[in-house]
């Protein structure tokens, strides 16, 4: 190869595209396959950026030398203006010789990496060499401009090469995409399967405390059909008729009280007023406290419970008594009602489902979502492989 030709020569032959049909199954030693193609196209290139590099030394340390020599003391100038040209001009060179010890040190693991390298040298020489190339202009003109100009040839060399195998850089990266979505893609599909079985999980568990809360209401069916839970009901219809009849007796027994006389007599007496009040404001209250023996005791000092009134009021007081008597007996022969533990479990086991379909409905659509973020990963991964000269086979 001559050496214009070596010039000319920067993109690395690309091979006839033919598409691949892959089994899903297949699609990482696919890709591996991909990736061994890649890793040669970059050793070709790598191969062109050493042939390149190795001339530019040549070429570069042919023209510093000549630089090295310029007799900037034979300039008739200012000793001032010679005094920075020279610092300016060492100063340049010692970044030339930087770059050059970083373009020989550049590692060549991946195009991709080396490209940004490679940048940053550039961009490193360029931003340091800039202000003393400046200063060595004053006095050293074409020299120095050759040394600048191959440079600059060397770097448009390099953007051309990196431009034209931009594809090679291109295809590892999706090579390295499609990989990390086949990983994200098997963690999706882990947690599916972990999806399904807190579902069959909380299935069995609806299922089994459906079975205790038909249990639990079967046996309150059962005591209710017992002889002794409709002896309960019937003592308890007792109880409330007989306290029926105590409120109303309360209630004629209030009716009986002259509540105004007594306030009439006893309006001096805070104490009396004060048990007046209370009965009359809420008459059941105050005569459960004392079964009347207050209002009765300032009934009789102020005779006002006399004659009719009097054995009206004993009639109410013994009827009242009497009915709370066989109250408190009948309370006595009534047995703990079972039922109303069993219908609060009853309730609990319904709550416990209740949440527990709560949580099926939010696992459900946890699975939706991920069964959506799995046909978006598959598309993508598809998409990648068409990218990559396959056809990924439908599974």
């Known amino acids: 190869m001559g050496f214009f030709d070596f010039l000319r020569k ?69 000793e001032r203006a010679k005094i920075i040209v020279k610092q300016g001009l060492d100063k340049y060179l010692d970044f030339v010789d930087i770059f050059i010890k970083e373009l020989t040190e550049v590692e060549k693991q991946n195009l991709s990496q080396l490209i940004k390298d490679m940048n940053k040298i550039f961009s490193d020489f360029d931003k340091h060499s800039y202000v003393f190339y400046q200063r060595a202009t004053f006095l050293i003109g ?74 639990v209401l079967e046996e309150v069916e059962e005591i209710k059909g017992s002889g002794d839970y409709a002896e309960n009901l019937k003592k308890l219809e007792e109880v409330k008729v007989s306290k029926d009849e105590i409120e109303k007796d309360v209630g004629n027994l209030r009716g009986l009280i002259d509540f105004k006389g007594l306030s009439n007599v006893f309006h001096s007496s ?3 007023m004060n048990v007046i009040k209370a009965y009359k404001e809420n008459f059941l209250v105050s005569f459960q406290k004392d079964a009347g023996k207050e209002i009765l005791e300032l009934l009789d000092e102020a ?75 598959m598309g993508l991964i598809k998409e990648r492989v068409r990218e990559l000269g396959g056809n990924l086979e439908k599974t």
């Open 303 to 377: 005779n006002l419970n006399s004659g009719d009134v009097k054995k009206d009021i004993e009639d109410k007081i013994n009827s009242i008594n009497n009915n709370k008597k066989k109250t408190d007996e009948i309370k006595k022969l009534i047995k703990k009602d079972k039922t109303k533990e069993l219908l609060k479990e009853s309730e609990k086991i319904k709550s416990e489902i209740e949440n527990l379909k709560i949580e099926k409905v939010k696992t459900l659509k946890r699975g939706e979502k991920l069964k959506e973020s799995k046909e978006e990963a």
């Open 10 to 78: 920067k993109k690395v032959e690309e091979d006839e595209v033919v598409v691949e049909e892959v089994a899903f199954e297949d699609i990482e030693s696919w890709l591996n396959g991909k990736a061994e193609e890649i890793n040669e196209k970059e050793k070709k290139v790598f191969d062109l950026i050493k042939e390149r590099v190795d001339l530019f030394i040549k070429e570069i340390g042919e023209k510093t030398k000549i630089l090295e020599e310029v007799d900037v003391e034979g300039k008739k100038v200012e």
């Open 142 to 215: 074409d020299e120095i401009a050759a040394v600048k100009q191959e440079i600059n040839n060397f770097s448009k060399y390099f953007t051309e090469l990196f431009n034209e195998n931009q594809k090679i850089v291109d295809s590892s990266n999706v090579i390295s995409s499609t990989k990390l979505k086949i990983k994200q893609l098997d963690e999706i599909n882990s947690i599916i399967e972990q999806v399904g079985l807190d579902i069959k999980k909380l299935n069995g568990k609806i299922e089994e405390s459906d079975g205790k809360e038909k249990k």
């Open 270 to 272: 805070e104490k009396s």
